[in-house]
C-alpha cells in the first residue's frame, strides 16, 4: 500500500459507481490504520467469508480471473475467517483481526475501482 490515491487523480472517473468504490476503499484503509474504529459483527465476518468463497470460485472457473490470490491461498484465507467467528463477540473492536479483514476488503475493493 503505497499510498492513498483519490478518484480526483484519476482522469475520465464520471461514473457515481467508480467514485462509490474508492470511498469504500477509503473506509478500509482507514479501518487498517485505525482498527478500533470498526466494530466486529457476524454480518460483516459472513460478508468477508462470502468474498473469498466468490474469489475461489472465479478463480476455479474463469479463464481471466482477476482475483490477486490463487485457490489455495484463498482456502486458507476462508479457514481464517471461519476462526474469526470463534474469536469475536458481538461489537468487539480486537485490533488484529480488525486488520486482517481491513487489509483484504482494501485490496478487493480497491480492485473494483
Given at each position: 500500500m503505497a499510498g492513498f490515491p483519490t478518484w480526483q487523480e484519476v482522469k475520465g472517473v464520471r461514473s457515481s459507481t467508480h467514485?462509490?468504490?474508492?470511498?469504500?476503499?477509503?473506509?478500509?484503509?482507514?479501518?487498517?490504520?485505525?482498527?478500533?474504529?470498526?466494530?466486529?459483527?457476524?454480518?460483516?465476518?459472513?460478508?468477508?467469508?462470502?468474498?473469498?468463497i466468490h474469489s475461489m470460485?472465479?478463480?476455479?472457473?474463469s479463464e481471466t480471473s482477476v482475483v490477486p490470490y490463487n485457490v489455495d491461498d484463498l482456502q486458507k484465507l476462508v479457514f481464517l475467517a471461519n476462526s474469526l467467528q470463534h474469536s469475536t463477540r458481538a461489537g468487539s473492536k480486537i485490533g488484529g483481526s480488525t486488520c486482517f479483514i481491513s487489509v483484504f476488503m482494501y485490496t478487493f475493493v480497491g480492485q473494483r475501482f
Open positions: 467514485v462509490k468504490h474508492q470511498i469504500e476503499a477509503n473506509y478500509w484503509y482507514h479501518c487498517l490504520m485505525f482498527p478500533r474504529s470498526l466494530e466486529l459483527s457476524e454480518d460483516l465476518i459472513f460478508e468477508f467469508r462470502d468474498l473469498f470460485s472465479d478463480q476455479m472457473v
